[in-house]
């Protein structure tokens, strides 16, 4: 029998009460979730919105309710603005309404009919407190991957591209000033953050925009 690891943090569902996002994660309600990666293996708790509270620390917010409870809860939850993974999982088109909370939070929206396997993705992007890292792959104590001048000046082209890729998509769009005044929104929320934060932070609002304007625009893995 393979032993289980004890959990070291913590990912909170709320409004899941047919354990849909659970199952989504093969795994079942207040039972671990192994993430394997090949930067690093973590054992994280499930807890349930109505379950007792943890000492552990919690990452990752995932909800699976109404718009108006997810809201509430991020402005009321402390450890909604400490976790690192923020998912808001629907079945509808989100509304513009939405995609303004989203950018302004740092929420992804997730189509859990369209793109159901992006939930455990969102999950395995970060870095979870106490996770093994795996040999080779060096990481400062933040828990981000150490990058080299390379890497950081090829991710910085990357950003630029997207960005010029982007400007040229909204200059043909009626609601142009109303998204740009969500970028620059979201530009004065990033003054403060390291630089993999505000890539993060960049690549949320490309996505989201995109949605916004029904574009097949396609953020690179890079």
């Known amino acids: 029998m393979v032993a289980i690891e004890p959990p070291t943090s913590a990912v909170v569902i709320f409004g899941d009460e047919n354990d849909e996002i659970v199952k989504l994660l093969n795994t079942t309600a207040s039972s671990f979730l192994s993430l394997e990666t090949k930067y690093y293996s973590a054992s994280v708790q499930i807890i349930k919105s109505d379950s007792a509270s943890t000492d552990l620390p919690i990452n990752g ?5 109404s718009f108006q409870q997810a809201q509430e809860i991020s402005e009321n939850y402390e450890p909604f603005r400490e976790s690192d993974v923020r998912l808001f999982c629907t079945k509808i088109d989100p509304t513009k309404e939405m995609h303004n909370w989203a950018i302004a939070n740092q929420v992804e929206i997730i189509d859990i009919e369209e793109e159901p396997e992006r939930v455990l993705q969102a999950l395995e992007s ?3 407190p106490g996770a093994t890292m795996k040999s080779g792959n060096p990481y400062i104590a933040s828990g981000r991957p150490i990058e080299s001048a390379s890497d950081l000046d090829s991710s910085a082209q990357n950003e630029q591209n997207s960005q010029n890729d982007l400007l040229e998509m909204l200059e043909a769009e009626d609601d142009f000033n109303d998204i740009l005044g969500l970028v620059q929104q979201t530009r004065s929320a990033g003054q403060g953050m ?6 993060a932070n960049a690549e949320r609002v490309i996505s989201a925009i995109s949605n916004m304007l029904g574009s097949d625009l396609l953020l690179d893995d890079e």
């Open 126 to 128: 970060s870095i979870w």
């Open 61 to 65: 917010v995932i909800f699976n309710n």
């Open 194 to 199: 390291s630089d993999e934060q505000r890539r």
